[in-house]
């Protein structure tokens, strides 16, 4: 029995293509699909040829260690947004790797300190870069002061001038929420951060046109629309969730009911030996740890309310009581102990109509951390 993703194959290539369409009106140089982690439960060699196929002019991944994969199932250029830094000796070998076995104008690195920067400038095979600034992500990437200074470098200039060097652009990863410190003016918070940007690297004159683009992460479409409004400069913007899964109508995730077992009030079940509702249903779905079922990421809590359900939430894990992802006749239903590695066992209340093996029981999951045994309907 197995963990599956079912796919409304028309629906959501469709929400693609609309994604697609709308990016283009504003950032003519095109959507850059993000395709990294678990392929944002659909898997990465997936993703990599859907994008493809929507014409884009690039693809990004988080790092090198996943470039393999997505360079097979594609034929355009992949950016990689981990920074390279010569001194991490793990990617730098798997830097190395990547550099024999695909052509150079299929990789993409992106450099965020003048280290990394100058580790690749020594390398007599072309290579092909994005600058990052540091936004206020406050992440990685040069100030607009380093960057000015980094790409004025006699050293630097003359790697581009050789054409052992290619700068494509600069690289902006901006945050989810609106920065703070920008007066109310033209355009929102983000909006004013990424031209603000583009007055720094438009002022870059010695670089050649590829270099004038700008590569951008976060921005709604209203925001496109004021960047383009107010520069010309050529814009690519990367997108991951808001492509792959904005459209959660054409995703359904389920379990399987793999054993039902009605038991007398003091049953004691599972690893934990744990007592049930009186006269419940003990109910084994497939779909455990080894799915992503259990797992969450820490809440940001940026409400009241948020903070309210989190205090509730971490009292009823105290007391031995946590809902499961999965639901049956409407209602989420309790975990009777924490999620084995590949089931989880249920209960379900006295009075309850029961499932039979075989039924599937939907699953709201968290995409990005899911592990499907099958994706159907892609194929």
């Known amino acids: 029995m197995s963990f599956v993703l079912d796919v409304d194959a028309g629906q959501w290539r469709a929400h693609l293509a609309r994604t697609h369409a709308a990016v283009t009106q504003h950032a003519d140089t095109g959507l850059v699909p993000v395709v990294k982690g678990n392929g944002y439960g659909l898997g990465q060699a997936r993703l990599a040829g859907e994008g493809t196929s929507l014409g884009v002019p690039a693809l990004a991944t988080g790092t090198v260690f996943e470039l393999d994969e997505v360079l097979a199932a594609s034929s355009v250029p992949v950016l990689v947004l981990e920074r390279f830094d010569g001194r991490d000796r793990a990617a730098a070998a798997a830097w190395e790797r990547a550099a024999q076995r695909w052509a150079p104008d299929r990789l993409i690195r992106t450099v965020s300190t003048l280290a990394g920067l100058q580790a690749l400038l020594?390398?007599?095979?072309?290579?092909?870069?994005?600058?990052?600034?540091?936004?206020?992500?406050?992440?990685?990437?040069?100030?607009?002061?380093?960057?000015?200074?980094?790409?004025?470098?006699?050293?630097?200039?003359?790697?581009?001038?050789?054409?052992?060097?290619?700068?494509?652009?600069?690289?902006?990863?901006?945050?989810?929420?609106?920065?703070?410190?920008?007066?109310?003016?033209?355009?929102?918070?983000?909006?004013?951060?990424?031209?603000?940007?583009?007055?720094?690297?438009?002022?870059?004159?010695?670089?050649?046109?590829?270099?004038q683009a700008v590569w951008v992460s976060h921005l709604g479409d209203d925001e496109l629309g004021q960047v383009r409004a107010a520069t010309s400069m050529p814009l690519r913007v990367r997108m991951g969730t808001g492509l792959w899964l904005q459209n959660r109508a054409a995703l359904h995730a389920h379990g399987t009911v793999l054993a039902v077992h009605p038991l007398p009030s003091g049953t004691r079940v599972g690893y934990r030996q744990r007592t049930g509702p009186r006269d419940g249903t003990l109910v084994v779905v497939s779909g455990g740890t080894a799915h992503g079922i259990g797992l969450s990421a820490p809440t940001p809590a940026a409400t009241w309310r948020q903070r309210a359900v989190t205090v509730g939430t971490g009292a009823l894990d105290a007391a031995g009581r946590a809902l499961s992802p999965f639901s049956w006749q409407g209602r989420q239903r309790w975990f009777a102990e924490p999620p084995h590695q590949h089931h989880s066992m249920l209960w379900l209340p006295r009075g309850c109509l029961l499932p039979q093996v075989g039924d599937e029981l939907p699953a709201e999951v968290r995409y990005t951390t899911s592990t499907f045994d099958a994706v159907v309907g892609l194929d």
């Open 122 to 211: 020594a390398s007599p095979t072309p290579t092909r870069i994005v600058l990052e600034g540091r936004t206020s992500m406050h992440r990685f990437g040069f100030s607009p002061d380093e960057l000015q200074w980094t790409i004025t470098q006699p050293d630097v200039r003359g790697a581009v001038a050789a054409g052992r060097l290619e700068i494509l652009g600069l690289s902006l990863h901006l945050p989810l929420a609106q920065p703070a410190g920008f007066a109310a003016g033209f355009g929102s918070p983000r909006t004013q951060e990424v031209l603000a940007w583009c007055g720094i690297w438009q002022a870059q004159e010695f670089l050649p046109p590829p270099a």
